[in-house]
């Protein structure tokens, strides 16, 4: 392995390493914090409780951020490694565009549409049209997208590793 090969696998650690981070934060607050503080504001949430859940958002607004950038930059350099390689096929190429549209929504759900809530969720009073739109946006749809995108970088890696051998 040459240097470029070396600053490939690090890049594609950090690749992996932001996803994990998003991913992984992702279920800690649906699965742990989210139900840790409806069972402990079951009544009337005061003022403290309020300025911890704002705190605790904006701390989790900060790692996604971050993890957007780390992944927008290393995506951009592991895709074009890869689609200069003779072994990235139509199919490769079918499954990357896939991941990249996930990910591109995830990144406007949260970035551009959620900006100054996410990740609570959207309060259920709204009409029909605006709660199926909060459903498809919401922390539990970016957390599902975010597992299939993952799951789409081990196809390609299989998809690459037999371009390579075949």
């Known amino acids: ?3 470029l090969d070396w600053i490939l696998v690090a890049i594609q650690w950090l690749h992996a390493l932001a996803a994990v981070a998003w991913v992984g934060g992702g279920m800690f607050y649906l699965l742990v914090l989210r139900p840790s503080r409806r069972r402990a504001g079951a009544g009337d949430p005061g003022a403290g409780v309020l300025k ?4 605790t958002a904006q701390e989790f607004r900060s790692l996604i951020n971050t993890a957007i950038g780390v992944l927008l930059l290393t995506g951009v350099i592991l895709s074009v490694s890869r689609l200069t390689a003779s072994a990235a096929a139509i ?4 499954v990357l565009a896939v991941k990249i549209a996930l990910a591109l929504y995830m990144f406007y759900t949260v970035s551009l549409s959620r900006r100054r809530r996410y990740p609570e969720e959207a309060p259920p009073d709204q009409g029909r049209w605006s709660q199926w739109r909060a459903n498809l946006s919401g922390t539990t749809a970016v957390l599902v997208i975010g597992v299939v995108v993952i799951g789409l970088s081990d196809v390609l890696d299989a998809l690459f590793e037999a ?3 075949g």
């Open 163 to 165: 371009g390579l051998v």
């Open 91 to 94: 199919p490769y190429m079918a």
């Open 52 to 55: 911890e859940r704002e705190a």
């Open 1 to 3: 392995m040459d240097l």
